[in-house]
């Protein structure tokens, strides 16, 4: 069994930070990547940002490229998004998702088999 726990949204004004915490449990060895996706009200939910577990570069949506940072901790079993220079347009339910699986896209929901609850993330202007 895969568990995965958000934490770390809130409320925050344009051009402000929040940093992200997603807490993994279970088969945390055999995980190959870590996504972050995020779901607006009344929009589908999209790609952020992933990770491969063992390292290497990462990979970003183009709305977010140069403002979010993703990272992540291998001994305490962690993945962070760190978010800055945040916009209105930002606001939404933030996931957290894992890929056992080698292989897959980086971006498709898909190909991630594991969720977190998700935490909402504000953005006022």
């Known amino acids: 069994q895969v568990q995965l726990v958000e934490s770390g949204g809130g409320s925050v004004q344009a051009g402000g930070s929040l940093r992200l915490s997603c807490e993994a449990s279970?088969?945390?060895?055999?995980?190959?990547?870590m996504g972050w996706f995020r779901q607006a009200p009344g929009k589908e939910r999209e790609f952020v940002a992933a990770i491969y577990w063992s390292g290497g570069s990462p990979y970003y949506a183009d709305s977010v490229k140069g403002r979010f940072t993703i990272s992540r901790d291998n001994a305490k079993n962690m993945v962070y998004l760190q978010m800055n220079s945040l916009k209105p347009e930002d606001t939404a339910v933030y996931y957290c998702?894992?890929?056992?699986?080698?292989?897959?896209?980086?971006?498709?929901?898909?190909?991630?088999?594991?969720w977190g609850q998700g935490t909402q993330v504000t953005v006022s202007s």
């Open positions: 998702a894992a890929r056992l699986r080698v292989g897959g896209s980086w971006y498709e929901e898909r190909d991630y088999a594991y």
């Open positions: 279970g088969r945390t060895f055999s995980f190959y990547r």
